[in-house]
């Protein structure tokens, strides 16, 4: 019995083998990409009888047949039931053999036979082998599962042959033609309804069997492919985890599965590119039209039924255009909605299209505005019969659809806001849709540019109305579809990849902002603003609904919705307060402008002149000002900060305003940060924008010192200037009104400090910078051996290169003075110059204090250099008294000064003469312990020298 069992296993092994290697011929015949045969050397064993006598094989005979003269749909057919036949009588066979052995299983409690046995025989009797025969019992519902994927592929096969007849007539979609009216001309249309590919002049026609009553060749190749998919999906899970078969057996499943797949992927790619490229040539945009044809909107509709003539009626049940959109949305895939070309890559390019001609229309209305003019557009739908011809190779050309098309044009006309806008008359053949304002709505717009925006959304709203009805056929997932991509939001995850042009909401927000939003401040603007908010919430509201009722905006109720059209409610629900934040970066923007592109060189003198107080406690002083205290003394300050501060006044004016506070009430307290921030931008900006000028020009330091001191006494007073204005209107408002709030907090005081930081820390570097620069002309001269020729008897060189230092020293500072002296208040520049003097008597003075001995030539000569040190050195400050006023002044300012001339005057004095001085005090400056080592280092040893150094002793 196991014998029995095991021939009749191995010849269904066989059978399922030559199975295999026919669906592996097929798969050859029908596609080139498979290259060799796997079971070649198979072939050549057992068939190919006749290859010793050096002739041909029959199989080798068949294949060249088939290559030379094709085949007939017949014989193909019979070929696909035999191939089925023989699998279906080996499944038939297995489960016999199958059942038989489960019989003997259940016998085996009841007749003791021992079936382990006979199983044991048939696995050992069998030799495995690499011809995909079965190894034993177990392997039977594996080759169970592998005869079910055969059978799944045949049927897949079967379907892929069906494909390819509807691709001989080159996928043809549903035609619409139009009736004329006369009876020849409806013939020529129903004639030439389902023009086929060039295989039409070989008279091929898809037999009954492959069409259905109703459905273009392109939408059922579509079906058909997506039931493709379904059974190579189906087919996938019955193998999935088999691998029992030789690895033969197991190479031809994978490569007729691949071979199926591929197929399948081939002809839905040729779908979708045919269905893109209707889809572009039926939906044309052009900058003044847009023309849809094959839609079957217009006029009448074709049902397809290639078996029998055209049925000319007036149901829209298939267009071209309805195939296209058919085909797309059935491969679409919403994991890979951009990927390829699928139903969103088209609908993204529509919307490009349409919103470029959308914006082009804005710049029409850009450009009447500019003119004083408002841009009225005139909307024509025109049904057009364009009955298709046979003119060579066009009439073989898919895109060339026939039948009526409609078209949608437009027009526009510039017209005087006060002049009365008519109404054109349209003619009998031609339907006019109008998005002209009537002269009711222009006399009620607020302003020509409300006028205009209400124009432009009449006009999308008809270009949208037509796009639904007739390119998107009314269907409302198309419309999904375009209106995510006209009217997604600017701040959605499409904003983190590249712009896109296709996007419109941006646009819209941008021109609602421009022509909707004044940007003058005035209190006939104000009134103006608060009205526009209530008509632009209606006109927007309107407007939104139209397109939720078109679906493009994903739902009825744009309230309810997250849909990117309700960004537009949102402004115009919030216009005045757009108005207010418009006013607020208008304002900063003017001061950011001035900052940035201003010449900051330019200077003009500001403040007072203001006298010096008297020595306090003198009768002098009991005239002095007391408000003088409080006045900016006179000083060059740059016009750019008197400009921020007459902006920041100007704001602060508004803020203040009466009308405004009543009429906007965010409008004060956004105008007083506004003011607030403009000053803040001038501490940003200018030390940034010319911080290298201002750290190495003197000039640019002291005009952005004076700057700060300006704008820091201004906002000493500027907060309690304005804020009385305030308090008297929020005296007449709520106690809980944000005017009351903004009296409690207007100040300006708390500015001050930063800008005197500014003040002080440019000026402070400049002049330690130029204490630097002084250093390096002083000191390279005034050497160590200097301190030594100081006791020399004769004119040496070491004293001339000290003259020279001098001379060298007072010109820079001469120099800076012509800089600073007409720039800086009186009293900052004496402390500039007094700190600079200073820097060059110590340098002067250091060698003298540490010179071991003094010649009486050389005390000659520090007398001499000392004087003229003094007498520069008073020069420089800034005086309109005697030499003796400028004199006091120097001492006031400079620390040094009455040190370096009582070191001068030392120089020619005797020791009578000091001993004087001494006792009346005018060696204050001079410590004990110098004027010790000056006396030792000048005089001999002596009685009256040894007195008057006991004298400087301190006891």
Not at 390 to 406: E, K, L, P, R
Not at 622 to 630: E, G, H, V, Y
Not at 701 to 721: I, K, M, Q, T, Y
Not at 783 to 800: C, H, K, P, Q, R
Request: charged letters at 25%.
């Amino acid at each position: 019995m196991a014998d029995e069992m095991e021939q009749q296993l191995q010849k269904l092994g066989r059978s399922i083998n030559d199975a295999t290697r026919e669906a592996y011929d097929v798969m050859i015949a029908s596609s080139g990409t498979i290259v060799g045969d796997i079971f070649a050397d198979k072939e050549n064993n057992r068939n190919n009888k006749n290859d010793d006598d050096g002739g041909m094989s029959n199989r080798d005979g068949m294949e060249m047949g088939l290559a030379l003269f094709g085949t007939t749909d017949a014989y193909k057919l019979q070929m696909d039931e035999e191939f089925r036949g023989k699998l279906s009588a080996v499944e038939k066979e297995l489960d016999e053999i199958f059942e038989g052995l489960q019989s003997l299983r259940e016998d085996e409690n009841h007749n003791g036979q021992d079936i382990v046995g006979i199983e044991e025989g048939l696995d050992s009797g069998h030799n495995p082998s690499d011809d995909g025969d079965i190894l034993s019992i177990d392997d039977i519902p594996h080759m169970q599962h592998h005869i079910q994927f055969l059978q799944q592929c045949a049927q897949a096969k079967t379907l892929l042959g069906h494909v390819e007849k509807l691709s001989f007539s080159n996928f043809t979609t549903s035609s619409v033609v139009s009736g004329t009216g006369t009876e020849s001309n409806d013939q020529e249309n129903k004639s030439s309804v389902f023009l086929l590919s060039p295989s039409a002049q070989f008279s091929f026609r898809p037999t009954s069997d492959v069409l259905e009553e109703g459905e273009s060749p392109m939408v059922q190749a579509a079906r058909l492919i997506k039931e493709v998919d379904s059974i190579l999906e189906s087919a996938t899970l019955t193998l999935k985890d088999e691998s029992v078969g030789s690895s033969r057996l197991i190479r031809l499943r994978a490569k007729i599965f691949n071979e199926l797949q591929t197929e399948a992927c081939r002809f839905k790619s040729e779908l979708k590119h045919r269905a893109m490229t209707l889809i572009e040539r039926c939906i044309v945009v052009e900058e003044d039209k847009i023309s849809v044809r094959g839609s079957g909107t217009a006029k009448k509709a074709v049902k397809f039924n290639m078996n029998s003539s055209a049925d000319v009626t007036g149901d829209i049940s298939s267009s071209p255009l309805s195939d296209a959109f058919e085909v797309l949305d059935s491969f679409s895939d919403h994991r890979f909605a951009s990927f390829g070309e699928t139903l969103d890559i088209a609908m993204k390019e529509m919307a490009r299209k349409i919103t470029g001609a959308i914006k082009a229309r804005m710049a029409t209305f850009d450009s009447a505005l500019a003119s004083g003019e408002v841009a009225m557009f005139t909307m024509r739908e025109e049904y057009i019969n364009n009955t298709r011809r046979n003119d060579g190779n066009q009439y073989y050309d898919f895109t060339n659809v026939g039948g009526a098309s409609i078209q949608l044009s437009w027009a526009s006309t510039n017209v005087q806001y006060e002049e009365q806008v008519g109404n054109d008359a349209g003619d009998s053949s031609t339907s006019v849709i109008s998005t002209e304002i009537n002269e009711t709505v222009i006399k009620s717009a607020p302003s020509a540019s409300i006028a205009s925006f209400m124009s432009l959304l009449k006009y999308i709203t008809t270009l949208l109305v037509f796009v639904h009805d007739h390119a998107l056929l009314s269907r409302t997932e198309l419309s999904n579809v375009l209106g995510k991509y006209i009217f997604r939001p600017p701040s959605s995850e499409f904003t983190l990849s590249v712009v896109d042009e296709g996007s419109l909401i941006t646009d819209l927000l941008e021109a609602m902002r421009r022509w909707c939003i004044p940007e003058e401040s005035s209190p006939q603007v104000w009134k103006m603003v608060k009205t526009v908010e209530h008509r632009l919430i209606n006109e927007v509201g309107v407007f939104e609904d139209a397109m939720a009722k078109l679906n493009f905006l994903n739902g009825s109720n744009v309230d309810d919705t997250d849909t990117s059209a309700s960004v537009l409610s949102k402004l115009a629900k919030s216009s005045c307060q757009a108005y207010v934040e418009t006013q607020r970066c208008r304002i900063i923007n003017t001061g950011r402008d001035l900052l940035l592109n201003s010449d900051y060189h330019n200077t003009s003198r500001v403040g007072h002149i203001v006298k010096d107080p008297a020595e306090p406690g003198s009768l002098d002083s009991l005239n002095d000002d007391p408000q003088s205290a409080f006045l900016l003394q006179e000083c060059s300050v740059s016009v750019v900060a008197q400009e921020v501060l007459r902006l920041c006044r100007k704001t602060l004016e508004d803020a203040s305003d009466h009308d405004a506070a009543l009429t906007i009430d965010t409008f004060p307290s956004s105008m007083y940060r506004a003011s607030r921030e403009v000053l803040d931008l001038f501490r940003a900006i200018i030390p940034t924008r010319y911080g290298k000028e201002i750290a190495s020009i003197p000039r640019f330091a002291a005009v952005l010192h004076n700057d700060c001191v300006f704008l820091a006494h201004s906002c000493a007073f500027l907060g309690a200037e304005y804020k009385e204005k305030i308090s008297k209107l929020a005296s007449s408002m709520d106690e809980s009104s944000r005017m009351k709030m903004l009296s409690e907090v207007c100040t300006f005081v708390d500015l001050v400090p930063p800008f005197r930081d500014l003040a002080s820390k440019s000026m402070g570097s400049m002049i330690e910078m130029q204490k630097v620069q002084l250093y390096e002309l002083i000191s390279p001269r005034l050497t160590a051996s200097f301190t030594i020729a100081l006791g020399s008897n004769e004119s040496v060189s070491e004293w001339d290169d000290a003259e020279t230092a001098l001379k060298a020293a007072i010109h820079h500072l001469c120099h800076l003075s012509q800089t600073w002296k007409n720039v800086l208040t009186r009293n900052v520049y004496n402390i500039a110059m007094g700190n600079l003097v200073d820097t060059v008597f110590v340098l002067f003075l250091e060698p003298v204090l540490k010179a071991p001995e003094l010649s009486e030539p050389a005390t000659q000569f520090m007398h001499y250099l000392y004087l003229e040190a003094a007498k520069s050195a008073a020069e420089l400050f800034h005086t309109d008294g005697s030499a003796e006023v400028l004199f006091k002044i120097a001492a006031k300012y400079a620390v040094e000064f009455e040190k370096l001339q009582s070191i001068g005057q030392f120089m020619v004095m005797r020791l009578d003469d000091i001993q004087r001085w001494l006792e009346q005090g005018k060696f204050k400056s001079v410590k004990a312990k110098e004027l010790s080592h000056l006396v030792t280092a000048t005089f001999d040893e002596s009685e009256k020298r040894r007195s008057l150094l006991n004298s400087l002793t301190p006891k």
